[in-house]
């Protein structure tokens, strides 16, 4: 078995939650990650790290970033090619553009086919750990769980479910979602890096028959993820209404049904309550907020500082395909250029921009402990940022004066052309212009593991 490595870079991280916590950005300069058996065994100044480990092989990334792996909350598989539609809110652009593809995947030949373009593009762009929102059709989800499994990224997933409102192509009955749900998260959840996740497409979509399919699947199981959305459109929130009277209020239509709990990880809420604010940090539910989609479907300017004050976790999604492509960095901006527009914004700098993509998504999905930033212990999820010569963020980052100006520069300009080389657990997931890895079957510690025990 390999030994040590000691990875030699500009290395940066938000090893503490900077909105609660005060934590601030952590960077090496001239830095390294020493990393054994897929672990972070230290970070820090480079020199100091190779005096203390001098049998460590040297991986030398100077000029580059090391960050830790991105983390995306919300992203949809099977709405890639939807990407990039101008001119429409949610309803219209669903009807147009999201759900005649989603359709497709009821062929299971080209549901695989696009599943291994989606992961290749996640971890393309960075991301190291997702929680996906899974196509409408059982064949299409086993299809991609056993490419999420080859990828070695760390994936949350689940069947898409609805049984109103959508067209007939997308819809199911309660009893063949909790059958097929079942069958999904018996064969997948907890095996290697993946998990399941109960998928009621939104409360517009779903019947009181539908949710409780998924209150049954989830008991039924241990330790499943919930997601779902919420609270994205004024329309859509009015439909919930009409469609749920009973609920008090859109997250009441999820909540009667026992789906609101600590591993719900709910996107959008850009129009929450009070009462629904209170209610979410009180059932320990996440939120993933998405900035792009936000913006490009006219959704709102979301409430960031009322998330923090009521104490509800908060993760960043790409919501790709209403989101504008993977990018990560790119959410983060986004965000940052809402809170700008909102009166009582929240304002970010380049550590809790950098937080928000990478240990808040982690802390909203229950991964707090395994992955998020860079401290001993974590498992070696990392980024490497080195952007193409004679590009925009080459050049600026040739006259960052310092860790945060290069950090903001980073987050202003790294497209996926700028991501070098992704690692999970140590392991390659991608590499510019070449190969991928993946750990295959087995092969990584579980995304619910503890770190491997060891030296
Ligand atoms: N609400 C229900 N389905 C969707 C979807 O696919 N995208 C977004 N942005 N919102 C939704
Ligand atoms: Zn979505």
């Keep these: 078995m390999a030994g040590p490595l000691l990875l030699r870079g500009t290395v940066m991280h938000v090893p503490r939650d900077p909105f609660r916590e005060g934590g601030a950005l952590e960077a090496f300069e001239d830095g390294g990650v020493l990393v054994d058996a897929g672990v972070v065994r230290a970070t820090g100044d480079f020199g100091e790290l190779s005096r203390r480990h001098p049998g460590a092989a040297v991986d030398d990334r100077s000029g580059a970033l ?8 919300h ?31 009821a062929d299971a030949g080209y549901a695989a086919e696009r599943a291994d373009a989606f992961l290749r593009l996640l971890a393309a762009n960075g991301t190291t750990t997702a929680m996906v929102f899974g ?11 056993g490419a999420a499994e080859r990828s070695g990224l760390r994936i949350v ?3 898409t479910v609805s049984d109103r409102n959508l067209g007939e192509a997308l819809r199911t009955t309660p009893e063949r979602a909790l059958k097929q749900g079942l069958e999904l998260a018996r064969r997948w959840h907890g095996r290697g890096r993946l998990a399941y996740a109960v998928t009621p497409r939104f409360a517009l979509s779903c019947g009181e028959g539908m949710l409780a399919a998924c209150r049954e699947l989830l008991a039924a199981v241990p330790g499943l993820y919930l997601t779902s959305h919420i609270n994205e459109n004024t329309e859509e929130i009015a439909g919930v209404r009409a469609l749920h009277p009973e609920a008090s209020d859109y997250l009441d239509a999820y909540d009667r049904f026992g789906l609101v709990g600590e591993r719900s990880v709910l996107a959008h809420d850009v129009h929450p309550s009070p009462r629904e604010l209170a209610r979410l940090a009180e059932a320990g539910a996440a939120v993933a907020h998405c900035p792009s989609s936000n913006l490009t479907l006219g959704s709102g300017l979301f409430p960031l500082r009322w998330h923090i004050d009521a104490g509800v976790r908060l993760a960043l999604g790409s919501d790709v395909g209403a989101g504008v492509g993977f990018g990560l960095f790119k959410e983060a901006l986004a965000a940052h250029q809402v809170q700008m527009l909102r009166p009582d914004g929240e304002l970010l700098d380049a550590a809790r921009a950098l937080y928000l993509a990478t240990g808040a998504g982690a802390r909203a999905l229950g991964l707090g402990e395994l ?3 860079l401290a001993p212990g ?3 999820d990392l980024v490497v940022v080195r952007p193409p010569p004679g590009s925009t963020l080459a050049e600026l980052l040739r006259f960052a004066g310092s860790a945060e100006a290069a950090l903001s520069a980073v987050l202003a300009l790294a497209r996926e052309e700028s991501i070098e080389e992704v690692l999970v657990a140590g392991e390659r997931v991608h590499r510019r212009g070449g190969g991928t890895g993946g750990s295959g079957p087995g092969g ?3 995304l619910d593991a503890g770190a491997p025990a060891g030296p």
């Design 157 to 159: 997933a689940g069947l």
């Design 135 to 145: 196509a409408h059709f059982a064949p299409a989800m086993d299809a991609f769980f």
């Design 66 to 73: 090391i960050l830790p792996g991105l983390v995306d909350a």
């Design 378 to 380: 974590k498992q070696a």
């Design 75 to 105: 992203v949809h598989y099977p709405q890639v090619p939807a990407i990039g539609a101008f001119g429409m809110r949610l309803l219209e652009w669903l009807e147009r553009r999201a759900l005649p593809e989603e359709a497709r995947y």
């Design 444 to 446: 990584g510690p579980g």
């Design 371 to 373: 992955v998020g930033d």
